[in-house]
């Protein structure tokens, strides 16, 4: 049993109807919508033709939003349905990066996230969901799409219908008859600042990417506002986790380094454990119910790389804390030995967003498969930087150091002119250098080109033997400086990621 919807364009008059018994039905919070109605005009005065889209969770076939939910929160039940438990949500939103139709959003006042459940509580009882009822001109027809003698199933089969963003591979299950097609590609039609009876919500002020082209003559002129709701936590997440993970990457090597003593002995360690403790505290605090984090423990989702990532911090941190208990104890060879391991679980540490990533169905810059690689070089780089102060001008650390700089650049201008497949990637590329951070106008391009040339520049010129007696300030400016441009671009590419509309 599939459950699903076909909406009928040709009868839908734009009334609003179903999104007011929507809310009504569900108390849906003022500003939210769980079903909403897009206006979409093409044509140029005075031929000009308005076209509705009524947009809303698909019930997918294959809903992401169920497999990146790390409290199982979210699920398919038997009849197609994809339901969602607010008792049982934390609040991290990771379900609105996964769902590429913009159809969650979090409820402010309970922190949790709420979506279309297909009104469960009516279909329990024989009733149709409240917007089928509501709506009157019969434009929405609720049934089972698996059965071939259901009245949705004979309109689909005897009419060519649309689905939203079928690249995605999601199995959407709502069918539009009728629709414009340009109405459900996100970005083709033009945003302008005013909407019909008001400003164009101010949740992404960011002006539309000048590369990227828009279909000539349509516009949206009524739609649904959407967050963008992972920012600076994020970001500074994934500058804390790299300098964690690249610590204990680079451990085994602190003799090549150059680094004695307690440097040698215990920083690599120190370093990864106190940056892990900030890397949790970020994650904790991003969350909507920060209370209830303990359920990715105790209600965890094997599936969602949010818990994945949770099992390997954990071993992460068990292990650094092995290495610092047999250093304290003077046994050198298993320093040595866990080191090694220890480096594997810090490549781990490094690479497991891009996993998490990829399950963000939503966000397709976030799903490169370079993303793997490029976050282990940013974590051998923030290592090597943090050991820059300590090692002097060791030429095997400023050799690392600079290397990992220079693959870093390159993998960013890869991420920019690459062919991307999709118009979502290639809208969010567009977004990369006009992404604004409170007043810093373009981080992304401090992060890339400041953010990398500057400090290489220094750990080249604290290498040089004029430069000898200021080589540690110099190496600490070049530290600083690289941990700062790399927070930058991270910001940029965390929000440029969510600029795109999905609906």
Known sequence: ?????????????GCHACTVACKAENDVPLGSFRTWVKYTEKGRFPAVKRHFAVLRCNHCSKPPCVEICPVNALSKERNGIVDLDRDA???????????????????????AAEKCHYCAHRVEKQLEPACVVVCPEDAIVAGDLSDPKSRIAQLIAENDTLVRRPEQGTGPNVHYKGVLPEALQPGLPERPEMYLWSQRPDTKPEPWPADVPTAPDVRTVLDAGHKVEWGWHVAAYLVTKGISAGAAILAPFVALFGLSGFAADYLPEILALVFLFVTTGLLVHDLARPQYFLRLLTRPNTKSWLVKGGWILTAFGAATSAVIGAQFLGYTEA???????????????????????????????????????????????LGAACFLPFAASNPA?????????????????????KRHHTDNARQAVGFLPVVRMGAIARPYFLGTTLGTTLPLLLAVLASMAGAIALAPVLLVFAALVAMTGLYFYKYAYVRAGQLPPLS
Not at 1 to 13: P, T, W, Y
Request: charged residues 15%; glycine residues 6%.
């Open 335 to 381: 320093v040595n030995a866990l080191r090694w391991v220890n480096l594997v679980l810090g490549l781990a540490t490094a690479g497991y967003t891009a996993f998490l990533f990829q399950q963000c169905e939503g966000r397709d810059l976030w799903q490169e498969k370079s993303l793997l690689p490029h976050l282990c070089v940013q974590a051998v780089m």
């Open 1 to 13: 049993m599939q459950f699903g919807f076909l909406i009928d364009h040709h009868r839908c008059i």
């Open 397 to 417: 650390l400023l050799l690392t150091f600079g290397s990992a700089l220079v693959l870093h650049s390159l993998f960013v201008t890869y991420e920019r002119k």
């Open 89 to 111: 949500c934390i609040g991290c939103r990771a379900c609105m990066q996964a769902c590429p139709y913009d159809a969650i959003y979090l409820n402010e006042d309970s922190g």
